[in-house]
């Protein structure tokens, strides 16, 4: 489940990802009163077994219930990770086009809720900046427009030839990276990626989530990365995203 919006009195219009369809967005009758057929199963990012049918004619379908499999209500105590949940959502709905089946977007999102109930268990402060990291780099990856973090988009220079890293930069009007000699000449308003969090995101392109290093996160780890990805994702759909500046705020 992605999102939900009030429909005359009682019903509500939801935004869902599914398997074999991809998003969909149909109608809950009577969601919103107090006895109604879905329960739970309408929270935000629940993973339910939705029962419903579609006519040819319409664009929204028709929901008769959802059983709920899996609720994310254990991560709401932390308003982080709650928030963190809004990011993923808002994400997932701006990235991916409605009724085209997106597996591994899918399984992605499945993923890292997955990895953020195990982690929120024990109580891992860092847990939400690793997972928030994690999705971001790979939803920029599996959308078809992460450039390259290891070469200049100006002059083609090698940022990371592992004894001495070139620093990297980027702009709002540039898709890539840039080295400090086409930083100078692309005008103002640049911010740096730093070789760690470039490191970090080569290794987050080769591990599962689970198998990322899971002490030393916080806010600051990677916030650099993080304003990088929101940015290649704000370029892309030519909007401003509401959540980061949420997520990231103090």
């Not at 690793?130 to 999705?135: E, G, L, P, Q, V």
């Not at 970090?200 to 993080?226: H, N």
Request: proline share 4%.
């Amino acid at each position: 489940m992605l999102r939900t919006y009030p429909l005359k009195e009682a019903d509500l219009v939801v935004s869902f990802l599914t398997r074999d369809q991809g998003i969909l967005r149909g109608v809950a009758k009577r969601a919103r009163r107090p006895k109604n057929p879905f329960g739970a199963g309408l929270e935000r990012l629940s993973q339910v077994r939705m029962s419903y049918f579609q006519r040819e004619t319409r664009e929204l379908v028709n929901l008769d219930s959802c059983d709920l499999l899996v609720s994310q209500f254990g991560l709401m105590s932390d308003f982080r990770a709650g928030v963190a949940l809004d990011y993923f959502a808002e994400i997932t709905e701006q990235l991916l086009p409605p009724a085209e089946p997106n597996d591994r977007f899918f399984r992605l999102l499945l993923t890292v809720l997955e990895h953020m109930r195990a982690a929120g268990a024990r109580s891992d402060p860092g847990n939400t900046w690793r997972a928030a990291t994690y999705f971001s780099l790979w939803a920029v990856r599996l959308s078809g427009f992460l450039p390259d973090l290891n070469v200049c988009l100006g002059c083609g220079t090698v940022l990371d030839d592992y004894v001495t890293p070139e620093r990297a930069f980027f702009i709002a009007s540039r898709a890539g990276l840039l080295c400090a000699a086409c930083r100078k000449t692309a005008g103002a308003g640049a911010w740096e990626l730093s070789a760690e969090s470039r490191a970090m995101a080569e290794e987050m392109l080769r591990k599962p989530v689970a198998q990322i290093a899971q002490t030393g996160w916080s806010r600051e780890t990677c916030a650099d990365l993080r304003r990088f990805l929101v940015h290649q994702i704000e370029q892309h759909i030519e909007r401003k995203l509401m959540t980061p500046r949420v997520l990231e705020a103090e």
